[in-house]
């Protein structure tokens, strides 16, 4: 598997800032957290202000979880195999759903850690279907059976 064929940099990092900028749009309508932070806190004209810093506030948080978890998620293919790049992938998942429960949730062991790994899931295949399952890292896979069976 040559370097071309492996998710780049700009790839991993966009994989990472969309799942997290979606995560907390998702987490900003679910049970009207918006709608308590941003309209029931101000009045009148503050309204996009408070909008304004609430924006904010996800691109700071979605910064500061990118870039702890950017290195590891570009490191996950730097893997040989399918093989080793899935169950290391749902090792950070955990790891990612206990770093996030550690740090952001208000409330431990609650639904949003459990939608951002099911994020996490969904994105990871949809950023890099190609790569896990029609690409090198596929053949490679499929050369170890072939293998196998001719013996």
Not at 51 to 65: D, N, S
Not at 83 to 96: G, K, R, S
Request: net charge positive.
């Amino acid at each position: 598997m040559t370097l071309e064929q492996r998710p780049s940099f700009l790839r991993t990092l966009s994989f990472l800032i969309v799942k997290y900028i979606l995560f907390f749009i998702v987490l900003g309508f679910l049970d009207d957290r918006y709608k308590d932070i941003v309209f029931n806190r101000t009045k009148g004209s503050d309204v996009v202000l408070a909008g304004v810093e609430y924006f904010l506030e996800i691109l700071f948080t979605t910064f500061l979880l990118t870039l702890v978890l950017f290195v590891p998620f570009y490191l996950l293919f730097k893997l040989k195999k399918t093989l080793y790049i899935l169950p290391a992938f749902l090792v950070l998942v955990v790891a990612e759903y206990f770093l996030y429960e550690a740090t952001c949730s208000y409330i431990h062991l609650d639904i949003d850690g459990i939608i951002n790994s099911v994020l996490s899931v969904f994105f990871f295949f949809l950023f890099f279907w190609k790569f896990l399952f029609e690409g090198e890292a596929l053949r490679s896979t499929s050369r170890v059976s072939r293998i196998n069976d001719r013996k």
